[in-house]
């Protein structure tokens, strides 16, 4: 068997990575469900991101080559999502200089999400994972943004703009609610 190669990764992509600083990667394409989420919340802010699948599991080599080289490919964190057995974002995390922020999935393999949950969470003292909710790939891909706005000020923009959007979208779940007492209590007047 031939070894995976950081020429090999290079091959794969160019060496420019779509001029990326966030790179999501995937245990599986059964995972996109989930991870696209985030991919596609980053996509509408026009931070550029990187994608692409890698098992820790089926594809060890080209885990380590990514782990190892991501700082050089100009990645400044990692969001890695993986379900069941989800090896991914510790093994990555143990590899790399770069944060993590870990995915987990509840997978085809998953018993119900708790064996990802605690696969990504219960990392060994020395190695952290930062860990988002159950299937919460736009959470890590908020995150992600937040911490590139550190140094980016588009990616500093989007966390501007993201708060004043939540209350907005707050705001219309009050309307809704608030009209629903309105016509429970009209419904009680007229019984
Ligand atoms: N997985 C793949 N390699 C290692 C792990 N932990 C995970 C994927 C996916 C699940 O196994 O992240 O959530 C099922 O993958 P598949 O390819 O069988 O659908």
Known sequence: MTKYTREDFIREFGDKFYGAMIAIIMGSDSDLDVMEKGAIWLQERGIP??????SAHRTPERMAIFAAFAHEFGFKVIIAGAG??????????????????????????????????????????????ATVALNGGTNAA??????????????????????????????????????????????????
């Open 84 to 129: 069941g057995a989800a090896h991914l974002p510790g093994m990555v995390a143990s590899a790399s200089s770069l944060p993590v922020i870990g995915v987990p999935i509840k997978s085809s393999n998953s018993i119900d999400g708790w064996d990802s949950i605690l696969s990504i969470l219960q990392m060994p003292n020395g190695i952290p994972v």
């Open 49 to 54: 991101f990187f994608m692409t699948s890698i």
């Open 142 to 191: 908020i995150l992600a943004t937040k911490i590139i706005a550190l140094f980016v000020d588009k990616a500093a923009n989007v966390i501007s703009a993201h708060a004043p959007s939540l209350t907005l979208k707050c705001k219309k779940k009050q309307e809704i609610v608030e009209n629903k007492m309105r016509t429970i209590q009209k419904q009680q007047k007229t019984a």
